[in-house]
């Protein structure tokens, strides 16, 4: 029985360092036409990288704070490159986009010991722009227990939030997650992944597992997910609880983050969901939350 527990411990930290290799991209190696077309800059925030860009003219008054996915030990993608670039295109947004402390160095309580205090200081130099917050995957997740964070505190909220695929429970338990087949994710990977960002007493917090957070104060919420995503369940149910303040938006068969995928042609309803995105943006609360 002991060497059996060794070997599936063995074989657990095999699967953590193959996913933490493989989700591991370096910020360091940004697109070239981002600082080629866009106004871009890298500021440091406690000792961490915030990425801003925006048009090189004619900015318009939405500001977005975009938390990004990966399962918290994954850096940004070159799909997320290309998906803040379209995004500004289409809206004249200006982004910021932090890279924030990932797992396995770090749990939630140092990411939000960065997160909490730069929300606090783009509210406190808004300067009448309308604030946005979105987020995909696990950046989703984290987007709205940020939300329901300085709610409790009574700050001011964001005028929308969107939630692309969120990964909103990570303790993975709802039975219907078993019942999807997932082409993109793995549900041992993902638990993992979030054993280590919750740390040792996480799991009961709502910093970590935002379904099991604050709901009062939610308000222009909008979850974007598709029905072979596994992390559908939790979104859907977390929805239809808070029918009224949370407006879901579901696409059959469509993959986790799919809207970040409008450049490949065999992703279905990527720019469906991708042009969604855009009208949120734009028009807000007289979206049709049916697709």
């Known amino acids: 029985m002991h060497v059996q527990f060794v070997i599936l411990l063995i074989l657990l930290l095999v699967l953590l360092i193959i996913m933490y290799y493989e989700l591991r991209v370096s910020t360091s190696k940004l697109p070239k036409d981002v600082f080629r077309y866009f106004h871009f800059e890298s500021k440091k925030f406690m000792g961490k990288d915030v990425f801003i860009i925006s048009p090189e ?7 977005i704070l975009y938390i990004h996915g990966g399962s918290y030990v994954g850096e940004l993608e070159k799909y997320h490159w290309t998906f803040f670039k379209d995004i500004i295109n289409a809206t004249n947004a200006t982004l910021i986009v932090p890279d924030y402390p990932l797992t396995p160095e770090n749990t939630y309580l140092q990411v939000f010991k960065m997160m909490e205090p730069l929300y606090k200081e783009i509210i406190n130099n808004l300067e009448g722009k309308e604030f946005i917050l979105m987020g995909d995957s696990a950046g989703a997740g984290l987007a709205l227990a940020l939300y329901q964070r300085n709610g409790k505190l009574k700050r001011k909220l964001p005028n929308r ?16 997650i078993d019942k999807i087949n997932d082409p993109v994710l793995k549900k041992p990977l993902l638990k993992i992944s979030g054993k280590r960002y919750a740390g040792k007493n996480g799991l009961r917090s709502y910093l970590v597992n935002p379904v099991l957070g604050p709901t009062d104060k939610l308000k222009e919420i909008y979850i974007l997910s598709g029905t072979k995503d596994m992390l559908n369940p939790d979104a859907k149910k977390f929805a239809l609880n808070n029918n009224g303040k949370v407006k879901f938006i579901e696409y059959e068969d469509a993959i986790h983050n799919f809207p970040l995928m409008r450049h490949k042609s065999k992703v279905i309803y990527a720019k469906e969901g991708y042009e969604k995105i855009i009208e949120i943006i734009q028009k807000g609360e007289n979206i049709d939350a049916k697709k």
């Open 57 to 63: 003219e004619e900015k318009s008054d939405k500001l």
């Open 161 to 176: 939030t969107i939630l692309i695929s969120p990964w909103l429970d990570v303790r993975m338990t709802n039975p219907d």
